[in-house]
């Protein structure tokens, strides 16, 4: 009898399911929306601010001290390697207070352990104070500033919600940082308006004192009958192909407009101004890989959670569809680990149509991000990016620039052979 219930026993343990893990497979970001989609700004372009059509019946929609700490904890706890990463972002995370911030480095404190912590913070600039410049010195953030280049362009689409440019404050923002002293990068998005002037655009961001500069594409399209009615104005990215906004950057105009940033950089500012997508092509003619995640084989570790602690896929795809769980459903690892969450991200591989599949530049643009994949191309099952011809046309122009680059830092450290073109 005895022996029977050691069977049994040894069963049972064996049957029982096994803890889910609590530390993520690899690191992971969690972009930040703690002030959901809220802005004190109407951005004409802006893809986030809708979003508050999915949470407009919930009533709060504002991150609560309970949702932050059990975030800081279980964030911290499932990341396997340092430095452990906090974007706030938004909407405009400046409407939170900065005492919810200071609870936030608070419980860092705690919940880190000795563990490296950074925090970047990407905001519109216009509500910088000098108590916000103090914090963010204090604790040594690093802010991202968006302004998308002189007044003319800047106020073309980046208005207050009475319809007045923003310029002028986000300048006196960006004086309180250098007066401060606080880390900062600028943010510039790349549309209609500005597309074919990167030279100048580049030269007013280093008058401006930014030396580290990131150009995001705005590409939305229109949203379909179905997601009108649930308030949405722009298209999702699984949406069949619909009409681009009007405001977005030219198919061919991104290029354009980094090739010209380009030609400037090149002559004056290697090694003193650092362009994202120059140390990621950078990256890629070293055999390294982009460093960027739209440019990466696969993604899927960089995902968004909101401020009620749902998370979903990606900042790009916040829709019901792709929310994969929820702060306190289940261990935070095991939802950036599950297999839905993988399969997305291995999408971004297996759904390459054949022309980028075949494409000599692929080991540097890699199919582009997902979201812009819908331009249907005859003979092929899957789409292809919208911004093929920009990619096409700024790595033929960099190339043997950056094969000069890449061969001398081979020369100097050894790293792997350039990639070989078809």
């Not at 002037?197 to 500069?213: D, Q, T």
């Not at 940033?261 to 003619?285: C, I, M, N, P, T």
């Not at 460093?291 to 909101?306: D, F, H, K, M, W």
Request: aromatic residues 12%.
């Amino acid at each position: 009898m005895i022996l029977a219930w050691g069977w049994i026993n040894a069963i049972f343990i064996v049957m029982r399911p096994l803890p889910l893990p609590t530390v993520a497979q690899a690191p992971f970001h969690l972009m930040t929306k703690a002030a959901s989609a809220a802005c004190n700004l109407d951005c004409s372009y802006c893809y986030y601010l809708e979003k508050q059509a999915l949470y407009e019946t919930c009533g709060r929609t504002r991150m609560s001290r309970e949702t932050l700490e059990i975030f800081v904890r279980d964030y911290i706890s499932a990341q396997p390697a340092d430095p452990v990463t906090f974007a706030w972002q938004g909407g405009e995370p400046t409407l939170m207070g900065i005492d919810f911030y200071r609870e936030a480095v608070r419980l860092q404190k705690r919940y880190g352990a000795g563990r490296q912590i950074d925090n970047a913070f990407q905001t519109n600039g216009t509500r910088l104070d000098d108590a916000w410049c103090r914090f963010f010195t204090e604790n040594d953030f690093l802010v991202g500033i968006s302004i998308d280049g002189p007044r003319e362009i800047h106020d073309s689409h980046r208005l207050s919600r009475s319809g007045k440019g923003t310029f002028d404050s986000v300048m006196a923002g960006l004086r309180l940082l250098k007066k401060h002293g606080v880390s900062f990068n600028t943010l510039t998005t790349v549309h209609r308006r500005n597309e074919t002037r990167g030279r100048e655009v580049y030269k007013f961001l280093k008058k401006c004192g930014s030396r580290y500069l990131q150009f995001i594409p705005i590409v939305e399209r229109e949203a379909g009958p179905c997601a009108k009615q649930s308030g949405l104005r722009l298209a999702s990215p699984d949406d069949p192909e619909s009409a681009v906004m009007p405001w977005s950057v030219s198919s061919g105009g991104f290029g354009r407009f980094l090739a010209d940033v380009f030609e400037v950089w090149r002559k004056k500012d290697v090694g003193k101004v650092f362009v994202q997508h120059f140390d990621g092509a950078l990256s890629a003619w070293l055999g390294l890989g982009n460093t960027t995640c739209v440019s990466a084989p696969t993604c899927g570790r960089n995902l968004a959670i909101e401020h009620d602690g749902s998370i979903y896929a990606c900042d790009h795809y916040v829709y019901p569809e792709y929310r994969v769980g929820k702060l306190g459903e289940a261990p935070l690892a095991s939802i950036v680990d599950q297999p839905r969450q993988k399969h997305f991200g291995e999408a971004k591989k297996t759904t390459l149509p054949r022309a980028c599949v075949e494409c000599r530049y692929r080991f540097a643009c890699e199919g582009d991000c997902p979201k812009h994949r819908f331009v249907a191309l005859g003979g092929e099952v899957h789409p292809q990016s919208y911004l093929c011809r920009s990619f096409k046309s700024f790595y033929k122009h960099i190339d043997p620039t950056m094969r000069a680059m890449a061969d001398d830092w081979r020369r100097h450290n050894g790293t792997p052979a350039l990639p070989r073109l078809r």
